[in-house]
T-cell receptor, first 113, second 113 residues
């Protein structure tokens, strides 16, 4: 158990819909990262938050957005869903220490039908 | 920018064979290097890490040595088991700045009895 909790574990939804994925980081970790893993694209970095502020942005679509709340949990919002958004979405967290490990949750499996 | 190049898969080995999965990286300075493993249907787990040149990370019989001169972090195991079947990801994280992980494309390993 990494200590990073993601919900829901599985989600099936229709095209055009909107979903929210939730992440609770490890206790004390201020940084949260979101990654997308699809079959043909490997692990793609989406976005990072640090203590409530956006820290870095990767290959995140405009239809996607995220935020980190004062209690440090984070949500990834995916809207106007397309078939190609079907993927495993990982949340990860870390502390702010040199060489620190980034720990991953078990992921949220999203299937868009 | 930072990048990680991993040995192409899939790799199929017989039980008790010797395993090497090659990983090389491009980065400035001295990044931390990681191997993550993803077992079938599961999330990403940290397998081992090294934070400075010549460090050797080890876990569950797997080893990898941080080679600055060849910018490599090859994963090895002397005798693989069926339970080692998984996808292995090499990754780097810059030494400073609370940065994200950059992943290789992953190597799928299958061990046959």
């Amino acid at each position: 158990d990494s200590g990073v909790t993601q919900t829901p574990k599985h989600l099936i939804t229709a095209t055009g819909q909107r979903v929210t994925l939730r992440c609770s980081p490890r206790s004390g970790d201020l940084s949260v990262y979101w990654y997308q893993q699809s079959l043909d694209q490997g692990l793609q970095f989406l976005i990072q938050y640090y203590n409530g502020e956006e820290r870095a942005k990767g290959n995140i679509l405009e239809r996607f957005s995220a935020q980190q709340f004062p209690d440090l949990h984070s949500e990834l919002n995916l809207s106007s869903l397309e078939l190609g958004d079907s993927a495993l979405y990982f949340c990860a967290s870390s502390g702010y220490v040199w060489g620190n490990t980034i720990y991953f949750g078990e992921g949220s499996w999203l299937t868009v039908v | 920018g930072n990048s990680v190049t991993q040995m192409e898969g899939p790799v199929t080995l017989s039980e008790e064979a010797f395993l090497t999965i090659n990983c090389t990286y491009t980065a400035t300075g001295y990044p931390s290097l990681f191997w993550y493993v993803q077992y079938p249907g599961e999330g990403l787990q940290l397998l081992l890490k090294a934070t400075k040149a010549d460090d050797k990370g080890s876990n569950k019989g797997f080893e990898a040595t941080y080679r600055k001169e060849t910018t490599s972090f090859h994963l090895e195991k002397g005798s693989v088991q069926v339970s080692d079947s998984a996808v292995y990801f090499c990754a780097l994280r810059p030494a400073f700045g609370n940065e994200k992980l950059t992943f290789g494309t992953g190597t799928r390993l299958t061990i046959i009895p």
